[in-house]
């Protein structure tokens, strides 16, 4: 089953939360400000996207931008800085079996769903 990091307050994310329903996908709703991110929740975001945690950041928020722009941290420190900060993940992400996307524009949450498919019999 798919899941989306939401955040209800982001346009961005309502936008990709419609896209999903959109599609009649079955996703599990993640409100990771409200019920907060794990470490194996951001580790499985990276292994799936490929991606590294300074890549997940919002770099607009204040808090970054004000404590750690332009300073260098390890992948385990910003994996701790992200999650007791969890305003600093960028948001909508939709998160597979095999695959994980930053949804914006939302259509790359089809990405996801077609990788999800699995091998054609």
């Known amino acids: 089953m798919l899941k989306i990091y939401h955040n209800p307050r982001c346009p961005k994310s309502r936008e990709g939360l419609e896209f999903l329903k959109s599609k009649n ?14 470490s194996s929740d951001l580790k499985e975001i990276m292994l799936k996207s490929n991606l590294e945690p300074i890549d997940l950041v ?11 722009k332009g300073k260098t941290f390890t992948i385990q420190e910003w994996i701790e ?7 600093l993940l960028q ?8 695959k994980a996307v930053i949804a914006i ?9 077609s990788s999800d498919k699995g091998p054609r019999s």
Do not use: M
């Not at 996703?27 to 794990?38: M, R």
């Not at 800085?81 to 305003?87: D, K, L, M, Q």
């Not at 948001?91 to 095999?98: A, L, S």
């Not at 524009?105 to 769903?113: I, N, Q, S, Y």
């Open 25 to 38: 996908s079955r996703f599990a709703l993640i409100d990771f400000l409200k019920n907060g991110l794990s």
């Open 91 to 98: 948001r909508p992400i939709v998160v597979g079996r095999y």
């Open 81 to 87: 800085i992200i999650c007791e900060n969890p305003r």
């Open 58 to 68: 919002r770099k607009q928020e204040a808090f970054f931008i004000h404590n750690l």
């Open 105 to 113: 524009p939302p259509e790359r949450a089809g990405e996801v769903l």
